[in-house]
């Protein structure tokens, strides 16, 4: 009351226009609610799995691992989605870069590094075409991708049958070894430390004494750094303002000069990169490339980026929220293998899990966007 | 005479059969308050948004600042000092005060690939000028979406002043404004005038537009049916020009008729 008083004293001549009400900490901070999330499931599995080696080094890279590779593709997916769209075809995306290296590579001869570049620029052709369709026909992202979806996994059937007549391609492992750029997707980081732990009796070994664990794989750092730069990208450049401004109001946004369907083309360039990341760490990681490599995690994508408290809407959301709503899914798809609970029961999760943010994200919309 | 800052001769705005405007020519000076009249459909929009670049005139032309002009683009009009608040006020009720207030031209620091937003300079400025016009922000992180909507209003119009325009079109600004509200955006379109900015206000509202007007036009069913000076013009014959005043002539008969017959 007497703050109230005051601050009506202060500058009485505009009473009426100062009833501004200061937002919750909470509003500001999309991703508290998935940071809560992965307290609440470490908490869980510290209690249930605390004593199973669920937690030791090796458990604990496995299940970072899951994360990570969920999480690669879930922070572009949550940048597009602020941007006020969605991409369906991230995982059709992901079996088809696989067998851009692939193919090339061992049917065609080309060095690996080739392969992987062009890998990569079909990615560029392949997230262009999904922006230009969006931004020109004006159709909802949804539909537009979805035919991606099936574009890109039949093609990448039909042109693996084709070319090798079979629907995996295996035999990559010798090429990787001399490779300049595969160790940027496949190498283990720390690996000295790891070591150096082993020898210590801090984490396990193997007979032969290496490590079991035997450093960070690359798609752990490729997260992280990929989380940090695409917060950097939202909170402090002029091009994250647009991404805000490009899903939160179109139209609006196109009429004070911010060019909306470049800002949107980029973002679908950058989920099929983030794609076609994924994939070179599959696929350098198993040696193999397979057709079927990526089904259903444009779904799973999506999950962590809401659960992240991205808006399905657009205009609101967070990279580090979609850094945690892959944490989420990887710890506990891996964990419950340490519990007695049926892995068939992961999927309920997942499911109840979504729901669950979607109501939350919700509620948080109808207390931005309304007044009061 | 003061020169023209934009003038607009014969445009005419054909959207396939449909003569959205026909030959409509309106003057706007530096430091004057043209208020665009007309009832729903008479082509108000149509006529500002030709000015602004995002429709192209069938016929006429636009004349900036003395020099014939093509916009291909909204942001050409922006470029040339002429910014328009629209209907929907151009503002993303998600976004903060600040992002609102840069959306599309944030100030920047830093060089070459690191250049950044600068957020603190941002917020600075934004305060600083929402407080000019009496709005206390105390949060520049706040979302637009809790601002009341004359607050809103004030962000957009003072953004398009921060920005440089030299003429600011406003459609609508105070339709969905009550009494007092309306007042605040009303005085501040007034101050924005007397600062050298040529303001078309387009509005429903003769009771808004007579009080801060100099000129009037009024478009009826696309055509102009003039440009008015105030002193030329009264609040009453003003009213009984834009096409509804005739049929509220008739409703006064008509509840008069009605009140008869309930007191026989
Ligand atoms: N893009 C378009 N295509 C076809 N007809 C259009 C288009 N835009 C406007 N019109 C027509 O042009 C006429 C003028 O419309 P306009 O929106 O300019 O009216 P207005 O004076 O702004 O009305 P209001 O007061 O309701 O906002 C209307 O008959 C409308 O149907
Ligand atoms: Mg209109």
Known sequence: ?372 | MSKNLVEFNNISKFFGSVIALKDVTMHIKKGQIMCLLGDNGAGKSTLIKTLSGVHKPTRGEIIVEGKKTIFDSPRDALDLGIATVYQDLALVSLMSVTRNFFMGREPMKGFGPFKTFDVEKANNIASERMGQIGIDVRDPSQAVGTMSGGERQCLAISRAIYFGAKVLILDEPTSALGVHQASVVLKYIVKAATSGLGVILITHNVHHAYPVGNSFTILNRGKSMGTFEKKDLSREKLLGMMAGGEELDKLEVELKEIDRTLKN
């Open chain 1, 1 to 372: 009351m007497s703050v109230k008083s005051k601050s009506i004293q202060n500058k009485s001549k505009d009473e009426r226009l100062r009833k501004v009400s200061r937002l919750k900490v909470l509003l500001n901070r999309p991703e508290l609610g998935a940071l809560g999330g992965s307290i609440l499931v470490f908490i869980f599995f510290g209690i249930v799995a605390g004593d199973t080696g669920m937690f030791s080094a090796y458990g604990t890279i496995n299940f970072l691992e899951v994360s990570a590779n969920l999480g690669i593709i879930a922070v572009a997916a949550a940048l597009l989605m602020i941007g006020g769209e969605f991409d369906l075809s991230v995982g059709s995306m992901i079996g088809f870069a696989g067998i851009c290296i692939a193919i090339p590579a061992i049917y065609w001869g080309w060095p690996l590094w080739c392969s992987i570049l062009f890998a990569f620029s079909m990615a560029v052709l392949v997230g262009y075409t999904n922006g230009i369709l969006v931004v020109r026909t004006g159709l909802p992202s949804f539909i537009v991708t979805l035919a991606m979806l099936f574009i890109l996994r039949g093609a990448t059937l039909a042109l693996t049958r084709l070319i090798t007549g079979r629907t995996q391609v295996p035999g990559l492992r010798v090429l990787i070894e001399n490779d300049p750029i595969a160790w940027i997707f496949s190498a283990d980081a720390f690996k000295g430390l790891f070591s150096w732990l082993g020898s210590l009796g801090i984490i396990a070994l193997r007979q032969d004494g290496t490590p079991l664990a035997t450093g960070v794989p690359a798609s752990v750092l490729w997260w992280i750094g990929m989380t940090i730069f695409a917060t950097w990208l939202l909170m402090k450049t002029r091009y994250g303002n647009w991404i805000f401004a490009s899903g939160g109001d179109k139209l609006g946004a196109r009429n004070v000069g911010v060019p909306v369907g470049r800002v949107k083309i980029s973002l679908f360039i950058g989920t099929a990169v983030a794609a076609t990341i994924y994939a070179c760490v599959q696929v350098l990681d198993a040696g193999s490339a397979d057709t079927m490599r990526g089904f259903l995690k444009e779904l799973e994508a999506i999950v962590a980026a809401v659960v992240g408290g991205c808006l399905l809407t657009g205009g609101y959301g967070s990279a580090i929220g979609a850094a945690f709503g892959a944490l989420i899914f990887g710890t506990v798809s891996m964990g419950i293998y340490y519990t007695d609970v049926d892995t068939d029961w992961f999927k309920v999760f997942l499911g109840g899990m979504m729901l669950i943010a979607v109501i939350f994200n919700n509620y948080i919309r109808r207390r931005v966007t309304e007044n009061k």
